[in-house]
Protein backbone atom coordinates (compact mmCIF):
# COMPACT_ATOMS: atom_id res chain seq x y z
CA UNK A 1 0.00 0.00 0.00
CA UNK A 2 1.27 3.52 -1.15
CA UNK A 3 2.54 5.08 2.43
CA UNK A 4 1.99 8.85 0.71
CA UNK A 5 -1.90 8.85 -0.22
CA UNK A 6 -3.45 11.79 -0.77
CA UNK A 7 -5.49 12.16 2.59
CA UNK A 8 -6.89 15.74 3.42
CA UNK A 9 -8.60 16.11 6.97
CA UNK A 10 -8.65 20.29 6.92
CA UNK A 11 -12.70 20.85 6.01
CA UNK A 12 -11.76 24.45 6.09
CA UNK A 13 -9.97 23.67 2.85
CA UNK A 14 -12.56 21.27 1.03
CA UNK A 15 -15.54 22.91 -0.68
CA UNK A 16 -18.46 22.15 0.98
CA UNK A 17 -21.86 21.27 -1.00
CA UNK A 18 -24.90 23.24 -0.23
CA UNK A 19 -26.73 19.84 0.92
CA UNK A 20 -23.35 19.63 3.25
CA UNK A 21 -23.56 23.13 4.79
CA UNK A 22 -27.49 22.50 5.26
CA UNK A 23 -26.76 19.27 7.29
CA UNK A 24 -24.24 20.90 9.33
CA UNK A 25 -26.90 23.87 10.11
CA UNK A 26 -29.66 21.49 11.20
CA UNK A 27 -27.13 19.39 13.33
CA UNK A 28 -26.47 22.91 15.15
CA UNK A 29 -29.96 24.55 15.27
CA UNK A 30 -30.82 21.60 16.70
CA UNK A 31 -28.59 21.73 19.75
CA UNK A 32 -29.40 25.50 19.44
CA UNK A 33 -33.21 24.22 19.98
CA UNK A 34 -32.49 22.20 22.71
CA UNK A 35 -30.34 24.33 25.21
CA UNK A 36 -33.39 27.01 24.09
CA UNK A 37 -35.55 24.71 25.55
CA UNK A 38 -33.99 25.25 28.96
CA UNK A 39 -33.82 29.00 29.06
CA UNK A 40 -37.50 29.29 27.68
CA UNK A 41 -38.73 27.19 30.05
CA UNK A 42 -36.92 29.05 32.72
CA UNK A 43 -38.27 32.22 31.65
CA UNK A 44 -41.93 30.48 31.71
CA UNK A 45 -41.21 29.22 35.08
CA UNK A 46 -40.59 32.92 36.31
CA UNK A 47 -43.02 34.71 34.59
CA UNK A 48 -46.22 32.19 35.68
CA UNK A 49 -44.32 32.17 39.81
CA UNK A 50 -46.39 35.17 40.63
CA UNK A 51 -47.07 39.12 39.60
CA UNK A 52 -43.08 39.84 40.53
CA UNK A 53 -42.12 37.00 38.49
CA UNK A 54 -43.82 38.26 35.93
CA UNK A 55 -42.79 41.66 35.72
CA UNK A 56 -38.99 40.70 36.55
CA UNK A 57 -39.56 38.60 33.16
CA UNK A 58 -40.82 40.96 30.99
CA UNK A 59 -38.00 43.39 32.42
CA UNK A 60 -35.47 40.79 31.35
CA UNK A 61 -37.10 40.69 27.89
CA UNK A 62 -37.03 44.56 27.17
CA UNK A 63 -32.52 44.24 27.29
CA UNK A 64 -31.16 44.54 23.89
CA UNK A 65 -28.72 41.13 24.77
CA UNK A 66 -32.05 39.22 25.70
CA UNK A 67 -33.62 40.29 22.49
CA UNK A 68 -30.38 39.34 20.33
CA UNK A 69 -30.86 35.77 22.62
CA UNK A 70 -34.23 35.17 21.79
CA UNK A 71 -33.84 36.50 18.17
CA UNK A 72 -30.94 33.34 17.83
CA UNK A 73 -33.51 31.12 19.30
CA UNK A 74 -36.07 31.55 16.67
CA UNK A 75 -33.65 31.89 14.19
CA UNK A 76 -32.30 28.40 14.75
CA UNK A 77 -35.91 26.97 15.60
CA UNK A 78 -37.29 28.55 12.25
CA UNK A 79 -33.82 27.00 10.08
CA UNK A 80 -34.28 23.19 12.14
CA UNK A 81 -38.14 23.48 11.53
CA UNK A 82 -37.23 24.28 7.66
CA UNK A 83 -34.50 21.55 7.28
CA UNK A 84 -36.47 18.63 9.53
CA UNK A 85 -39.57 19.32 7.36
CA UNK A 86 -37.10 19.05 3.81
CA UNK A 87 -35.87 15.79 5.98
CA UNK A 88 -39.60 14.53 6.56
CA UNK A 89 -40.04 15.10 2.48
CA UNK A 90 -37.25 13.31 1.43
CA UNK A 91 -38.01 10.02 4.09
CA UNK A 92 -41.77 10.26 2.70
CA UNK A 93 -40.63 9.94 -1.25
CA UNK A 94 -41.82 13.50 -1.79
CA UNK A 95 -38.43 14.89 -2.73
CA UNK A 96 -36.13 13.07 -5.05
CA UNK A 97 -33.09 11.89 -3.54
CA UNK A 98 -30.69 13.29 -6.19
CA UNK A 99 -27.79 15.42 -6.57
CA UNK A 100 -29.82 18.62 -8.01
CA UNK A 101 -32.73 18.09 -5.87
CA UNK A 102 -30.89 17.93 -2.75
CA UNK A 103 -29.22 20.67 -3.71
CA UNK A 104 -32.10 22.79 -4.55
CA UNK A 105 -33.90 21.72 -1.42
CA UNK A 106 -31.28 22.94 0.70
CA UNK A 107 -31.11 26.04 -0.80
CA UNK A 108 -35.11 26.43 -0.10
CA UNK A 109 -34.77 25.93 3.47
CA UNK A 110 -32.00 28.03 3.75
CA UNK A 111 -33.87 30.88 2.06
CA UNK A 112 -37.20 30.16 3.98
CA UNK A 113 -34.86 30.47 7.16
CA UNK A 114 -33.22 33.10 6.31
CA UNK A 115 -36.94 35.02 5.49
CA UNK A 116 -38.13 33.54 8.53
CA UNK A 117 -35.26 34.93 10.79
CA UNK A 118 -35.53 38.65 9.42
CA UNK A 119 -39.48 38.48 9.88
CA UNK A 120 -38.46 37.58 13.82
CA UNK A 121 -36.15 40.11 13.68
CA UNK A 122 -38.64 42.39 12.32
CA UNK A 123 -41.06 40.86 15.57
CA UNK A 124 -39.00 41.67 18.35
CA UNK A 125 -37.56 45.23 17.53
C1 LIG B 1 -37.63 21.26 20.87
C2 LIG B 1 -37.55 21.07 19.60
C3 LIG B 1 -36.43 20.31 18.91
C4 LIG B 1 -35.18 19.98 19.32
C5 LIG B 1 -34.51 20.28 20.65
C6 LIG B 1 -34.55 19.24 18.25
C7 LIG B 1 -33.26 18.73 18.28
C8 LIG B 1 -32.71 17.94 17.31
C9 LIG B 1 -31.38 17.40 17.33
C10 LIG B 1 -30.33 17.67 18.41
C11 LIG B 1 -31.23 16.63 16.22
C12 LIG B 1 -30.02 15.80 15.86
C13 LIG B 1 -29.26 16.48 14.73
C14 LIG B 1 -28.10 15.62 14.27
O1 LIG B 1 -27.61 14.78 15.03
O2 LIG B 1 -27.67 15.82 13.15
C15 LIG B 1 -32.48 16.67 15.50
C16 LIG B 1 -32.71 16.01 14.34
C17 LIG B 1 -33.86 16.12 13.59
N1 LIG B 1 -34.90 16.98 13.84
FE1 LIG B 1 -35.16 18.07 15.49
N2 LIG B 1 -35.43 19.13 17.21
C18 LIG B 1 -36.58 19.79 17.56
C19 LIG B 1 -37.70 19.98 16.79
C20 LIG B 1 -37.88 19.48 15.53
C21 LIG B 1 -39.03 19.76 14.70
C22 LIG B 1 -40.21 20.67 15.07
C23 LIG B 1 -38.85 19.08 13.56
C24 LIG B 1 -39.86 19.06 12.45
C25 LIG B 1 -39.68 19.34 11.28
C26 LIG B 1 -37.58 18.36 13.65
C27 LIG B 1 -37.03 17.52 12.71
C28 LIG B 1 -35.85 16.82 12.84
C29 LIG B 1 -35.37 15.81 11.89
C30 LIG B 1 -36.10 15.34 10.64
C31 LIG B 1 -34.13 15.37 12.37
C32 LIG B 1 -33.23 14.29 11.76
C33 LIG B 1 -32.27 14.89 10.78
C34 LIG B 1 -31.35 13.85 10.16
O3 LIG B 1 -31.79 12.74 9.89
O4 LIG B 1 -30.17 14.18 9.95
N3 LIG B 1 -37.01 18.65 14.88
N4 LIG B 1 -33.36 17.46 16.17
Known amino acids: MKKQR ?4 DLRTI ?3 VSAIASILHRISGVITFIAVGILLWLLGMSLSSQEGFLQASEI ?3 FFA ?3 LWGILTALA ?3 CGG ?5 MDFGFLEENL ?5 SAKVAIAIAVILSILAGVLLW
Request: glycine content about 8%.
Open 6 to 9: PVNL
Open 15 to 17: NQP
Open 61 to 63: MTG
Open 67 to 69: KFI
Open 79 to 81: YHL
Open 85 to 89: IRHVL
Open 100 to 104: ATGSA
